[in-house]
């Protein structure tokens, strides 16, 4: 399995805390990512990573940041948690662009 | 606008049947079309890809079908049995660009 440790695995809070989820990878790889999984919408892009310090928006990205300081490191922050942001979130990284991602496996977040 | 449609949602075989997944794609400049098998509890772990170039790509009991007129891909999964009982998605992205447009998913439940 590639290396990569989501933490944490598990996370129940209320809404309007801020939230973070962190993404180590000890792969080396230069692409990150997270997603978000909800039934019957399959995986959908939150952020991605192209380098430390270089990030750029996916397709549902509203209400979430991210930063990336070193290379292993990748975190998703919910700055004021909604119920909408309910959700098992993954990571994954890839070495380079179109190429096979990796998933870690999976935080799965509950909004209250 | 949802890039990658995916079907059926879900799907029931009898073990040692063939078990079939369509995929329909939008944007004919994907050239990269994989396949994720996801267990409970688990982050998707890549199964099988294929390039445009061929029509048929296999390994050993799972096998993608694509059509690129149609604008089509499928997964086939011969002598099914029980330990593929897991959801897959399909998935489609381009050269150079960083993201991956996911299916919907299907859970596959092979009978004993």
């Known amino acids: 399995d590639a290396g990569i440790t989501q933490s944490p695995r598990h996370k129940v809070t209320e809404t309007g805390t801020p939230v973070t989820l962190r993404c180590h990878q000890t792969e080396n790889h230069r692409y990150m990512y997270w997603y978000r999984q909800d039934p019957g919408h399959g995986l959908r892009l939150i952020h991605y990573?192209?380098?430390?310090?270089?990030?750029d928006k996916g397709e549902v990205s509203d209400g979430y940041s991210v930063s990336r300081s070193k290379t292993e490191d990748f975190l998703l922050t919910l700055e004021s948690a909604t119920s909408s942001q309910t959700s098992v979130y993954f990571c994954a990284i890839s070495r380079e662009p179109n190429q096979p991602q990796h998933f870690g496996d999976g935080t799965r977040l509950s909004i209250l | 606008q949802q890039q990658v449609k995916q079907s059926p949602q879900s799907l029931i075989v009898q073990k040692g049947g063939i078990s079939i997944i369509n995929c329909a794609y939008e944007?004919?400049?994907?050239?990269?079309f994989p396949w994720y098998q996801q267990f409970p509890g688990k982050g998707p772990a890549l199964l099988i890809a294929i390039r445009p170039d061929v029509s048929e790509k296999k390994e050993g009991r799972f096998t993608i079908s694509f059509n690129k007129s149609a604008k089509q891909f499928s997964l086939h999964i011969m002598d099914s049995q029980p330990g593929d009982s897991a959801t897959y998605f399909c998935?489609?992205?381009?050269?150079?660009?960083?993201?991956?447009?996911f299916g919907s998913g299907t859970k596959l439940n092979v009978k004993p």
């Open positions: 944007n004919t400049a994907f050239d990269y």
């Open positions: 998935a489609a992205s381009k050269d150079n660009f960083n993201k991956f447009y």
């Open positions: 990573s192209y380098g430390v310090k270089d990030t």
